[in-house]
């Protein structure tokens, strides 16, 4: 298997100069994809932007999708949809590549067919170290292979194929789409299959503070449901009733915080954040999941 399997596919949302540097960044490595699929749900973009995308997508060198509404597992299904190798490899928009980067999640599924592929993700704040192997919670910068349950969303891949069986990602993590990996996750391994962090498939990723999931605000500093609702709904969704208890510390979690010590005005601000999400997540899982297939159009 080499790179002409792999597929990139770039959910993106408020980005101009920094997708174009992502995608160019991808365009010029030596061993590039396949092909690349920017699902974009930006609205309109600046017009330098707009001028390069639209010239790429020309050109053939990209193929740019106009979404019309922000979703981040909506722009990732329709990329999936989209995508015509076997493989698909998912990144961010605000990253600069690895020189081997498309080339080590291709050897990754040479070696271990079927299995979804995490990438190493090199943070600002890591300053350009990895993490010690035995750091706890796991970060997805350590320099050893190991199997793992989860994935970071900006930088993994999988056969596009087992995705779509699965349904692909549930399009009820609205908002900022808090835990939609876990939860495509959890039923990724319920399936019997296998998730493998590889050290060697790198990003780095730049962090912009502005556009993405950014756009919807700090959830320090909000008493909007955005971030709050897709981790009650995973936790409800993954576990019923059982997850209750972990819902309940979260609500207690939210305000135990630094800022809300120096600043207790917010607390009762988050607290009204966090029940909107609960009972967001509650409404959604009444619904039903929406997966590929299955939601609405």
């Known amino acids: 298997m080499d790179t002409r399997a792999v597929s990139v596919v770039i959910p993106t949302y408020g980005r101009d100069q920094v997708l174009l540097d992502t995608v160019e960044a991808l365009l010029?490595?030596?061993?590039?994809?396949?092909?690349?699929?920017?699902?974009?749900?930006?609205?309109?973009?600046?017009?330098?932007?707009?001028?390069?995308?639209?010239?790429?997508?020309?050109?053939?060198?990209?193929?740019?999708?106009?979404?019309?509404?922000?979703?981040i597992p909506r722009a990732m299904n329709q990329g999936l949809l989209a995508a015509a190798g076997p493989i698909v490899l998912f990144l961010?928009?605000?990253?600069?590549?690895d020189a081997e980067l498309v080339e080590a999640h291709a050897r990754a599924h040479l070696a271990r067919p079927g299995e979804l592929v995490a990438g190493r993700v090199l943070q600002p704040w890591h300053e350009g170290r990895a993490d010690p192997e035995?750091?706890?919670p796991f970060g997805f910068n350590t320099l050893a292979p190991r199997s793992v349950t989860e994935f970071m969303g900006g930088n993994f891949s999988l056969p596009r194929d087992a995705a779509l069986a699965l349904g692909g990602f549930d399009e009820n993590f609205v908002r900022v789409a808090y835990r939609f990996e876990a939860e495509f996750a959890f039923r990724w391994l319920q399936s019997g299959r296998r998730i493998r962090y590889e050290p060697g498939a790198l990003i780095h990723h730049l962090k912009v503070p502005a556009g993405g999931t950014r756009t919807f605000g700090e959830h320090l500093t909000t008493m909007r449901p955005n971030h709050a609702v897709g981790a009650y709904y995973y936790a409800l969704k993954t576990q019923r009733w059982r997850g209750l208890p972990s819902a309940v510390r979260r609500l207690g979690r939210a305000v135990a915080t630094r800022h809300h010590l120096r600043r207790p005005w917010w607390i009762p601000l988050t607290l009204i954040a966090e029940l909107h999400g609960f009972l967001w997540a509650l409404m959604l899982l009444g619904r039903g999941p929406r997966y590929l297939g299955r939601g609405e159009d």
């Open 28 to 71: 010029s490595l030596s061993n590039p994809p396949a092909e690349i699929v920017l699902a974009d749900q930006t609205v309109r973009h600046d017009e330098a932007t707009e001028r390069v995308l639209h010239g790429w997508d020309d050109g053939g060198q990209v193929r740019w999708l106009c979404l019309p509404e922000p979703s």
């Open 92 to 97: 961010d928009d605000d990253i600069r590549p």
């Open 134 to 136: 035995d750091k706890v």
